[in-house]
């Protein structure tokens, strides 16, 4: 058998995300969810269709989570990410387990809990922030879906490069395959 290579960050291209339609960066984002988590071990259901308020089921052991995958791809200090589906109602604990959020331009994942989001419509997300993010612990929090509760960053946290764990971010088992 030999070395398993880490695949987990694949650098998407920002330029053409960012000419496709809403509805197409979502599904670039989707697309990104699905190798990300596959390629930490997860095991990654598509419920069929539209219809239900979360997009994928994410399944590690017997652990089964339901998670909504949302993006945003313009550079900014800042990220506003929505809570919501089509409805404008924000996310419940009935609905989904977890709020995945990509920030295409920083190619940086946030694996936030609904539990944590108190029915806001949206939440702003600030990785290089000096001051102490409420959500900054749920950085590239993939261990979220394992059961396990992630690390309280460092801070200031330093600028994350693609194909380097986030501050509290944790990498792929050594020769593990996936």
């Known amino acids: 058998m030999g070395e398993s290579k880490d695949t987990s960050n694949v650098s998407i291209s920002q330029e053409s995300v960012s000419s496709l339609i ?15 988590a596959i390629s ?9 269709g539209d219809s239900d308020r979360f997009d994928f089921v994410v399944c590690f052991g017997k652990l089964l989570w339901r998670a ?57 997300l600030s990785p290089w922030s000096q001051r102490r993010s409420e959500f900054a612990r749920y950085i590239e929090a993939w261990c979220m879906f394992r059961g396990e509760q992630p690390e309280e960053p460092e801070f200031p946290m330093r600028r994350w490069k693609p194909g380097q764990p986030a501050s509290g971010a944790e990498t792929p088992a050594s020769g593990s395959e996936t």
């Open 68 to 124: 909504q995958v949302k993006s945003v791809w313009k550079k900014k200090v800042g990220y506003y990410v929505n809570n919501t589906g089509t409805n404008n109602q924000a996310y419940t604990s009935d609905e989904i387990d977890f709020l995945v959020a990509y920030l295409g331009p920083e190619e940086l994942w946030y694996i936030v809990p609904v539990a944590a989001l108190e029915n806001r419509n949206r939440i702003y």
């Open 40 to 48: 930490m071990g997860f095991q990654v259901a598509k419920p069929w």
């Open 22 to 36: 809403c509805k197409r960066r979502g599904e670039v984002a989707e697309i990104a969810f699905m190798h990300k």
